[in-house]
Each structure stands twice: as structure tokens, then as C-alpha cells.
């Protein structure tokens, strides 16, 4: 009988399903096959007993076969007859069941023990991201700038998606370092981009990466999502204008501002713009807000009439 192992449905499962695959043929398997766990018979014995025997059949001229079986839980709860048949490390074969879901409802508890399984990863808490994706960077041999790391922490919460962009972003780095710079060009399509240009230009007063952003932004038939997007931007250092050093970290807290990029921006448009600048300009779009919702709409001209007197008065 073969290895049997078992990988369960998450976000990871297609990664974890290549390395896995990588790994056993380079350990002198031969993969024969990739089947659909419904093509057995339905019911449960006589399905597992399938699949396990056909892993045996497939390999005529080699002597380690793999098989992946896809939609394995069609295969319904495992005979714990078969417990004592299945083999360790160095079987002959090796069964990869793929589960779109958890395996609770599988396999008992006797033959926990004689089956591999492959869960999904532990969770990444927000606040630990970043040095998690500096780290992998390290690991890889990618040299990543932290405030690009922040970046990308900050716009993508999925730890595939950011495994993804490091690779691309390693491939793309013209000076050999991903930047903040490397992320803003290639890691968002070009409304992402735009909207990213425009946030972090308007904190940093950059007036020309403004207008190259409005340019395509206001292309949108409506200015609220824009509108919105800055305001929620802005938010943290409207708090950090309100507070006193001592109870800043508090209102920032109870807001949930807490990712490091977006306090950074928060930052630099305060020492941009000034305390002063940033209150009037956020009272200024929470009345735009409100007169586009309500049918008075000044629309884009309003918008860009609040916006300009921000980016004229910087300090």
C-alpha cells in the first residue's frame, strides 16, 4: 500500500500542492498521474481501495510512483480497515489526496497517526506582516526596503498575493532593491496605481504626481470614491492634529489606524500642510461628502477646488 497524504482546502493549497510535488521528484518519484476522486466508485470502501491500488498500477517503468487525487472528499469517510495497510517515508508510492475543505469528517483517529496532512499555514496577525515579508524576502535572497514592505502590507492582506508580488518585484528591480517606488509601478493595475500616485503625492506634496493621477481618476463618472479614499487617508493625522502627544496613541487605536505606511503618510502631510491645514481641509470634504450625497453635488471642481487650496498652503 502507499504513503497517503492528505492536504486540506486553504488559500495555500495550490502552492503547498506544487512544492510538495517539486519535493517528492526530486526524491525519485514519478508523478503518473492526476485524477478526480469522483471518477472511483461511489461508495466509500470500495473508492479508497481504488485509489489506493491504482497508485500502484500506473508506474510500469519506475519504481517510485506519485498520484494526485483532486475533490478527494468525494471519497467520503476512510475505511479504518485500510489503516494498517497504508506505509510511512519511503514507500513506493505516494497518494496525494487534495480536500477542498478540512478533513475532520474523513479520517478517525486511529489513522491519524499513519497519514500526512498538510494544513494551511498559522495566521500572520496585520501588525506582524511586514517582518514576516521581510524575512521571506531575506530567505529568498530578495533585497526588499522596508517602507516598500509596509507598502505592500498595508494594500494586500492575502499572504499568497504578497508571497506572489515579492516574486514578481524581485524579477522586476531594476537597481536589485524593491522600493516603495518598484511597488507604486508594478504591484496595482493602473487604477490601483493612480489611486496610490494620487494618495501618497497629495501627503507628500507632489503636486505633478497629482494632476498625472487626477488625469486618469477622473475619468470615474463620480468624484466620491476618490473623495473617500483621501479622506480615509487623512483620517489618522486629523486625529494625530486633535490629540496631545500623550493621547495620540489612543485616539490612533481607537480608530484602528495602525498600519505603519499609512501613519508614515499621515505624518509627512502634517508636517506638510500643518495641523491647521489638514482640520480645514478634512472639514472641507466631509461638506463635499455630504452635498454629493444629498443632490447639491459640486462634483470634480469642487473637489478639485478643496484640493488645490490644501496643496497651495503647504508649510
Known amino acids: 500500500m502507499p504513503r497517503l497524504i492528505a492536504i486540506e482546502g486553504h488559500e495555500a493549497q495550490r502552492r ?8 517528492l521528484t526530486k526524491k525519485g518519484y514519478d508523478l503518473v498521474g492526476k485524477v478526480e476522486a469522483a471518477s472511483f466508485k ?35 469517510a476512510f475505511p479504518p480497515a485500510l489503516v494498517d495497510c497504508l506505509e510511512g517515508d519511503g514507500a513506493e508510492s505516494v497518494v496525494v489526496a487534495v480536500f477542498s475543505g478540512d478533513t475532520k469528517k474523513i479520517f478517525t483517529k486511529e489513522s491519524l497517526e499513519k497519514i500526512r496532512f498538510i494544513k494551511a499555514d498559522a495566521e500572520i496577525k496585520p ?19 522596508r517602507d516598500a514592505a509596509s507598502l505592500l502590507c498595508d494594500f494586500l492582506t ?15 528591480a531594476q537597481s536589485g532593491v524593491v522600493t516603495v517606488e518598484t511597488v507604486r509601478r508594478l504591484s496595482f493595475d493602473e487604477g490601483g496605481n493612480s489611486m496610490l500616485r494620487f494618495l501618497d503625492g497629495v501627503c507628500e506634496g507632489r503636486t505633478a504626481d497629482v494632476i498625472r493621477a487626477l488625469r486618469h481618476l477622473e475619468a470615474e463618472p463620480s468624484v466620491l470614491p476618490l473623495l473617500t479614499a483621501l479622506y480615509n487617508r487623512l483620517r489618522p ?6 490629540s496631545s502627544p500623550k493621547t495620540e496613541a489612543g485616539f490612533l487605536s481607537a480608530i484602528g489606524a495602525t498600519r505603519e505606511y499609512a501613519l508614515r503618510m499621515a505624518r509627512t502631510a502634517l508636517r506638510n500642510f500643518g ?4 482640520k480645514l481641509f478634512m472639514l472641507r470634504l466631509i461638506r463635499l461628502s455630504y452635498i454629493e450625497k444629498t443632490g447639491a453635488s459640486e462634483s470634480w471642481p469642487g473637489f478639485e477646488a478643496a484640493l488645490w487650496g490644501l496643496m497651495g498652503n503647504s508649510e
Open 42 to 76: 461511489s461508495a466509500s470502501d470500495s473508492a479508497w481501495t481504488d485509489v489506493l491500488s491504482a497508485s500502484r498500477s500506473g508506474g510500469l517503468f519506475s519504481e517510485k510512483t506519485l498520484s494526485v487525487v483532486e475533490g478527494a472528499e468525494a471519497l467520503l
Open 16 to 23: 503547498k500542492l506544487e512544492e510538495l510535488v517539486s519535493d
Open 158 to 172: 492575502s499572504t499568497e498575493e504578497l508571497r506572489s508580488e515579492l516574486e514578481k518585484l524581485s524579477l522586476a
Open 237 to 242: 493625522a486629523l486625529y494625530m492634529a486633535a
Open 275 to 278: 495641523h491647521s491645514g489638514v
Open 127 to 145: 501588525w506582524e506582516r511586514r517582518d514576516w515579508l521581510l524575512r521571506l524576502a531575506k530567505e529568498r535572497g530578495v533585497k526588499l526596503d
